[in-house]
């Protein structure tokens, strides 16, 4: 059987960092621990699991104490985790499964699904095989891995507390403008997650002209182009510029191919100009599975319930309340406790 390393960078972490740490002891060969600069029990809680707890000095570059971490580690693999991450049982199960299946596979990194909230899972490089590769990125950091990747059967779930969210409230968008300040070079993917934090912040105007920058990009990987062009979309949606909306998404079909994400994008727009019977197309497409999904974002589940709301909707006011009422029971019976089938159900129910 293979060993393995978890490696996990953490500061002030006391509320989460023990609950982390009691779900990987259970397929965990060594634990590394890596503080950049806490001011409560982090490290205390974190001793009681492992005696490898290192300090390191917080440079504002979340790759470089990341790779501290994995300096540290010395078992066939490495993986990482966050503070606020957790691995319930039969995922616990799968990972120990995994590791026994490894002298098998001819690969040194590995994949797996991260549950980041709601319904929205994406799939992220989560182990490599030791020294086989850095991460890079100050900010929303990756393993720059160029080789042949395996997906494993395993899920991580990210469950952040209340106040860390508060605590780390606008964090990476103040390291993004120290770094713009200190005349950093940005690469395609930091002018890329700028303009996300900008967008995620609510700086919608200065969003927009990050965003226009990383399509001028001619290195942009296809998928980050096609989440970039979603969260445009979603501003001028938002400003009321449905027009300006609509022809950017149309440009970005033809430029991207027909992925679920923007064909669903460019029926809300449609959708909110009262072109109902245009914006049915679009939706369709979706449902009818004629459009692409993302191998790392979670484009299926998402726009395809998402999709027959708006379906459901169209038809609605289209007229056609009985074809409505259609969609809206398949999406119900997708989600049935989500709160727009709950508002929904009150025009339906009569239908």
Same mark, same amino acid.
């Given at each position: 059987?293979s060993?393995l390393?978890?490696c996990i960078? !953490?500061k002030n972490e006391s509320?989460v960092?023990?609950?982390?740490?009691?779900c990987?002891?259970?397929?965990a060969d060594?634990i590394?621990v890596?503080?950049?600069?806490s001011t409560d029990n982090t490290k205390?809680i974190?001793?009681?699991?492992?005696?490898?707890?290192?300090?390191?000095?917080?440079? %504002?570059?979340?790759? !470089?104490?990341?790779?501290?971490?994995?300096?540290k580690a010395?078992?066939?693999y490495?993986?990482?985790l966050?503070?606020?991450?957790?691995?319930?049982?039969?995922n616990?199960k799968?990972?120990?499964?995994w590791?026994?299946a490894?002298?098998s596979?001819?690969?040194?990194?590995f994949?797996?699904?991260?549950d980041?909230g $709601?319904?929205?899972t994406?799939?992220?490089?989560?182990?490599?095989?030791?020294?086989?590769?850095?991460w890079?990125?100050?900010?929303?950091?990756?393993?720059a891995?160029?080789?042949?990747?395996i997906c494993?059967?395993?899920?991580?779930?990210h469950s952040?507390?209340?106040?860390?969210?508060?605590?780390d409230?606008?964090?990476?968008?103040?390291i993004?403008q120290?770094?713009?300040?200190e005349?950093?070079?940005?690469?395609?993917?930091?002018?890329?997650?700028?303009?996300?934090?900008?967008?995620? %912040?609510g700086d919608?105007e &200065?969003?927009?002209?990050?965003f226009?920058?990383f399509f &001028?990009?001619?290195?942009a990987?296809?998928?980050?182009?096609i989440?970039?062009?979603?969260?445009?979309?979603?501003?001028?949606?938002?400003?009321?510029?449905?027009?300006e909306?609509? $022809?950017f998404l149309?440009?970005?079909?033809?430029?991207y191919?027909? %992925?679920?994400?923007?064909l669903y994008m460019c029926g809300?727009?449609?959708?909110?100009a009262k072109?109902?019977?245009?914006?049915t197309?679009?939706?369709?497409a979706?449902?009818?599975?004629?459009?692409?999904?993302?191998?790392?974002?979670a484009?299926s589940?998402?726009?395809?319930f998402l999709s027959l709301v708006?379906l459901?909707?169209?038809?609605?006011?289209?007229?056609?309340?009985?074809t409505g009422?259609?969609?809206?029971?398949?999406?119900?019976?997708?989600?049935?406790q989500?709160?727009?089938?709950?508002t %929904?159900?009150?025009?339906?129910?009569?239908v």
């Amino acid at each position: 059987m293979s060993t393995l390393s978890v490696c996990i960078i !953490a500061k002030n972490e006391s509320e989460v960092i023990g609950r982390c740490l009691d779900c990987v002891k259970s397929f965990a060969d060594e634990i590394v621990v890596v503080d950049t600069g806490s001011t409560d029990n982090t490290k205390e809680i974190a001793s009681k699991f492992t005696d490898k707890v290192f300090d390191f000095k917080w440079i %504002n570059d979340f790759a !470089a104490a990341r790779n501290f971490s994995f300096s540290k580690a010395t078992m066939d693999y490495v993986m990482w985790l966050d503070c606020d991450d957790i691995i319930d049982e039969a995922n616990q199960k799968a990972i120990c499964k995994w590791k026994e299946a490894i002298p098998s596979l001819d690969c040194d990194t590995f994949m797996a699904k991260y549950d980041v909230g $709601g319904s929205m899972t994406t799939m992220v490089t989560r182990i490599i095989k030791r020294g086989a590769c850095q991460w890079e990125g100050f900010v929303h950091e990756y393993l720059a891995s160029t080789s042949k990747r395996i997906c494993l059967d395993f899920t991580i779930t990210h469950s952040k507390p209340k106040s860390s969210v508060e605590r780390d409230s606008g964090r990476n968008l103040r390291i993004f403008q120290e770094k713009l300040k200190e005349n950093v070079q940005f690469s395609t993917r930091d002018i890329l997650y700028y303009a996300k934090e900008l967008y995620w %912040n609510g700086d919608n105007e &200065n969003a927009i002209i990050w965003f226009n920058q990383f399509f &001028n990009q001619t290195n942009a990987w296809v998928e980050d182009c096609i989440e970039a062009a979603r969260m445009k979309a979603d501003i001028l949606e938002k400003e009321g510029k449905l027009d300006e909306m609509i $022809g950017f998404l149309a440009q970005s079909i033809i430029k991207y191919g027909m %992925n679920n994400r923007l064909l669903y994008m460019c029926g809300l727009g449609l959708y909110h100009a009262k072109k109902y019977h245009e914006a049915t197309m679009y939706f369709l497409a979706v449902v009818n599975g004629l459009g692409t999904n993302s191998e790392y974002f979670a484009d299926s589940t998402d726009y395809t319930f998402l999709s027959l709301v708006w379906l459901s909707c169209c038809y609605w006011y289209s007229g056609d309340k009985v074809t409505g009422k259609r969609f809206h029971e398949i999406a119900k019976a997708m989600y049935p406790q989500a709160p727009v089938i709950q508002t %929904n159900e009150q025009f339906f129910g009569t239908v």
